[in-house]
């Protein structure tokens, strides 16, 4: 069978950090990217640049709100959509960007018979939802395996796992556990130099979602990305004169 | 693993959203609805304005380099004291720039146009009273660029002069700079005194003036941790106790500036969770900011939803028109359009002068309103007037220069009234003009829709969103100050009030300047204005402290017949604003149906000469089109429920 990736999770594979404290999932997660972007930023200093600005708390991790800031911190430029598809998160990936999701750690993670059936629990009694069992963990993904295209895979970095570098699962169950974050994502608004070359054409990928529902019918795809780019635009752009002598 | 239970609105994921709605909407138009797209910065930027108070040398410059994490951002007081007011805000690089108070007679001049960018080292010469000894030259405030994380979504620090006990001079800061403070942090220390009386009597002022402000206790590390909580007990006490605070509502904390930027140099975790600044961070993001930011993105949505609307009857009528797909279906359309030509200019004659007028009576009724109520409190013989010959009849054993010697104090106590007055009645004002803009503006599309509407043929996106019983809730909220920028464009659902909404800000807009001229000090004026008073009571030394008293009072009154004068002029200025606001935007709705009906019967023409494959193509693009609508207003929908 012909291999099929969207994304570079063999070069990602490298930068893979565990997390070194047992909430800081989200703040390792964006220190590995930094890596990718050629900052030397040690888990430690990362944890202490997001807790110095509230965006990491010991004992309760971090907001799904906050995920990106560090990076943002450093100027890399990012964006953030919820209740995203997984076209617009495939569309992030081929065009290199680094993503990080928020997920539920119980429905990712294999934790044996009971994990198990605690997830069918809460799925046949309605409580499959971001209400009742919000994520509680924040992934990288980097990359879909879509070799086979009856079963496609999400390969992640999950910094909570001790073999978390590369990390494969089948995309219902990813789906599954990104679902309680309300299919959140954030995603560098660039690519590193040095990634590997992005050459899959998005347009091959099967389902409508908000991006790609529009190709089909010959429109230009409005991305989330583009509009990342107009909103941080907006934001560098501020006429801070007014802003300033009206308050 | 994180624990934080429900996702917080993401402000960079609602402006995401709301510019592809915008991106869409210029694909399908084949133009940029500029308006639309000057709401998204807002959403893009989230606001916040953090207002640091306290009194000299307690901490407040160290507090905020701390918070930002530069030292040596703003000036900390060694030997000199800070003069003027720093407003702190976010840039890749870091810089300074001086904006100067526009010259008294020059009231044509712009803010913003005077201005001097300086180096660090020139911070001295205008921001300190060394520098610029009672502001001679005319410094309005510094603007500070910092690169600093936490301000990088849109949290702007203002840092205020330390103020040793100065009444006048809390007062002008307070007035100037509370009412539109997201929160104020009131700055205390471990190591001096407690809370004291003229603290007291600020913060029972600035209480009136807005009800966000949180504690904080600096220099922590000072002195052993006995000592600090006792100080923060006694404190709590006297909140309690003297200015009136409920102890559940208050928020305190305890932290050491210079611990935090120690811990910065090396990046020293121990230090920086022993600085206490970690828990006031996470409250300022999560609670305070988040809140904020919740009313942000519920504005934001509401407005992205118009768009939305706007978007599907756009798709409804390209619809209708490829269905036209014979000569007697086009025909029958082209009619259908005549009509509704005729209807609407018909309601553009006659129904939108009722409702015009209709707007003017009920706005001349609020109007006639606040401006009784200014008058009341400003008049000669009012209110004010009253309290000031109160307090003058009790100073009836004071010798007459004693008598003359309360000039000063008297009017600054009067003029702080006006201003108070003045905030209210803004407040008032604002809440008022919203339900009846809203209500304009349902009524004029609900009564469009049923006179000259008929499916397909106008954009009918602007149909009502809200009931009466709606608006009037809002309307209602809208009274609690903190809800204003939610009720200001929260209200309409409609095209023709998003463009009405765009005025309100002008009420508060045109009397807050009009608030801070009144606390500038013109305490000169009213001294001069007595002076030949003075010096002729001089020349007869036996007259009565009863002539004293008479010439105070007429002084003050003569004062605040002026301060009365100029609030006058500013509520007038907001009025007209609204009025005009209000018309243009009645116009502009009728303007677009009419563009859009000419459109239709061009469209129309062109679609009878288009060939079956041509005619294909734009079906199968519509149908794209509706999908991507579906997409869109699906993630609307599910993103209006995060937001609760
Ligand atoms: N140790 C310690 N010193 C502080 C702290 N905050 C302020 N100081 C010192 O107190 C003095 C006055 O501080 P400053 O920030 O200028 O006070 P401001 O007048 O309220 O702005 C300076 O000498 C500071 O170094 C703190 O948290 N810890
Ligand atoms: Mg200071």
């Not at chain 1, 680094?98 to 429905?107: C, F, P």
């Not at chain 1, 907006?234 to 006429?239: F, P």
């Not at chain 2, 106590?413 to 108070?420: D, H, I, K, L, N």
């Amino acid at each position: 069978m012909e291999e099929f990736y969207i994304g570079d999770p063999d070069y990602q594979q490298g930068h893979w950090q565990l997390q070194n404290l047992p909430d800081n999932c989200a703040v390792v997660a964006q220190a590995s990217i930094l890596s990718q972007f050629g900052f030397d930023v040690s888990m430690d200093e990362a944890t202490y640049v997001a807790m110095a600005n509230g965006w990491y708390s010991p004992g309760f991790g971090t907001s799904p709100d906050d995920l990106g800031n560090v990076l943002e911190a450093y100027g890399v430029p990012t964006h953030s959509v919820d209740f995203a598809s997984i076209e617009q998160l495939a569309a992030e990936l081929q065009q290199g960007h680094r993503v990080l999701v928020g997920v539920n750690s119980g429905e990712l993670w294999d934790q044996g018979p009971m994990a198990e059936f605690w997830n069918w629990f809460n799925e046949v009694t309605g409580r499959d939802s971001s209400t009742f069992t919000p994520a509680d963990h924040a992934v990288a993904v980097t990359g879909l395996d879509l070799s086979d295209l009856n079963h496609p895979q999400v390969i992640l970095n999950d910094p909570g796992h001790p073999d978390g570098a590369g990390q494969v699962y089948p995309l219902d169950r990813f789906m599954d556990a990104w679902e309680n974050s309300d299919f959140h994502y954030t995603s560098t608004s660039m690519a590193p130099g040095g990634a590997g070359p992005i050459d899959f054409d998005i347009a091959r990928f099967l389902g409508l979602g908000t991006t790609v529902a529009g190709v089909s019918f010959g429109l230009d795809p409005i991305t989330a990305d583009m509009a990342g780019d107009f909103v941080n635009s907006l934001v560098s752009n501020t006429d801070w004169d007014a802003v300033l002598a009206a308050i | 693993m994180t624990k934080e239970p429900k996702p917080l609105p993401n402000l960079d994921a609602v402006a995401n959203l709301m510019t592809r709605v915008g991106l869409f909407d210029e694909q399908i138009v084949g133009k940029r609805d500029e308006d639309y797209f000057s709401s998204i910065g807002p959403v893009a930027l989230g606001l916040f304005r953090l207002v640091v108070i306290g009194e000299i040398k307690k901490g407040k410059s160290s507090f905020i380099n701390a918070l930002c994490g530069i030292p040596g951002l703003v000036p900390v007081h060694d030997d000199v004291a800070t003069s003027t007011v720093f407003k702190i805000h976010h840039a890749p690089e870091p810089g300074y720039t001086v904006f100067f108070q526009p010259e008294a007679e020059d009231k044509t001049s712009e803010i913003g146009t005077q201005k001097l960018e300086i180096s660090e080292a020139d911070l001295h010469s205008y921001g300190t009273e060394n520098g610029n000894p009672d502001n001679e030259k005319r410094v309005d405030f510094i603007a500070v660029c910092a690169p600093s994380p936490i301000l990088k979504d849109g949290l702007i620090v203002v840092d205020t002069p330390g103020v040793g006990g100065l009444f006048k001079k809390h007062r002008e800061i307070t007035f100037r700079h509370a009412p539109r403070a997201d929160a104020v942090f009131f700055i205390t220390d471990s190591v001096e005194s407690p809370i004291g009386a003229a603290e007291v009597d600020f913060l029972k002022e600035l209480r009136r003036i807005t009800p966000l402000i949180y504690f904080v206790q600096t220099k922590a590390a000072q002195v052993d941790a006995e000592a600090r909580r006792k100080r923060m007990e006694n404190n709590i006490g006297i909140l309690t106790d003297k200015v009136g605070l409920k102890k559940e509502e208050i928020r305190y904390f305890v932290v050491d500036s210079k611990l935090k930027s120690e811990g910065d140099e090396d990046r020293n975790l121990e230090d920086l969770e022993d600085s206490g600044f970690p828990p006031l961070m996470s409250y300022l993001q999560h609670s305070l900011k988040a809140s904020k930011d919740r009313n942000i993105a519920t504005v934001g949505l509401r407005r992205a939803w118009s768009k939305i609307a706007e978007i599907r009857a756009e798709i409804d009528r390209q619809k209708s028109v490829v269905s036209a797909d014979t000569a007697e279906k086009q025909s029958a359309f082209n009619a259908e359009l005549a009509t509704t030509e005729e209807k609407l200019k018909q309601w553009n004659s006659e129904i939108r002068i009722q409702l015009i007028k209709e707007f003017h009576t009920e706005a001349q009724a609020i109007q006639n309103d606040i401006l009784g109520e200014v008058s009341e409190a400003l008049r000669v013989g009012g209110r004010i007037s009253e309290q000031v010959g109160e307090a003058l009849s009790e100073s009836r054993d004071l010798k007459p220069e004693e008598i003359y010697g309360l000039v000063e104090p008297l009017s600054a106590a009067a003029r702080a009234e006006v201003s108070q007055v003045l905030l209210e009645c803004s407040q008032k004002l604002e809440g008022r003009f919203s339900a009846l803009l809203g209500a304009l503006s349902v009524k004029a599309e609900g009564s469009i829709a049923t006179t000259a509407l008929s499916r397909g043929v106008i954009n009918n996106a602007t149909l009502i969103r809200f009931s009466d019983a709606q608006l009037r809730d809002l309307a209602a909220k809208a009274e609690e100050s903190r809800l204003f920028d939610r009720a200001r464009t929260g209200l309409y659902g409609g095209a023709a009030g998003v463009g009405i909404a765009m005025g309100i800000g002008a009420v508060v807009g045109s009397v807050i300047p009009v608030v801070g001229t009144i606390l500038g000090s013109t305490a000169g004026m009213v001294i001069a204005g007595l002076w030949g008073g003075y010096q002729a009571s001089e020349f007869s030394r036996v007259k009565e402290s009863a002539v004293a008293r008479q010439q105070v009072q007429a002084a003050i009154d003569r004062d605040l017949q002026g301060c009365l004068t100029q609030a006058q002029t500013g509520f007038q200025k907001a009025f007209n604003t609204l009025r005009s606001r209000a018309e243009e935007a009645l116009s502009d709705m009728v303007k677009t149906s009419l563009d859009q009906l000419s459109n239709t019967r061009q469209e129309l023409q062109q679609r009878s000469r288009a060939t079956a494959e041509e005619v294909q193509r734009t079906k199968q693009q519509i149908h794209g089109r509706e999908q991507m609508l579906a997409a869109l207003q699906g993630e609307m929908e599910a993103m209006e429920r995060l937001l609760g």
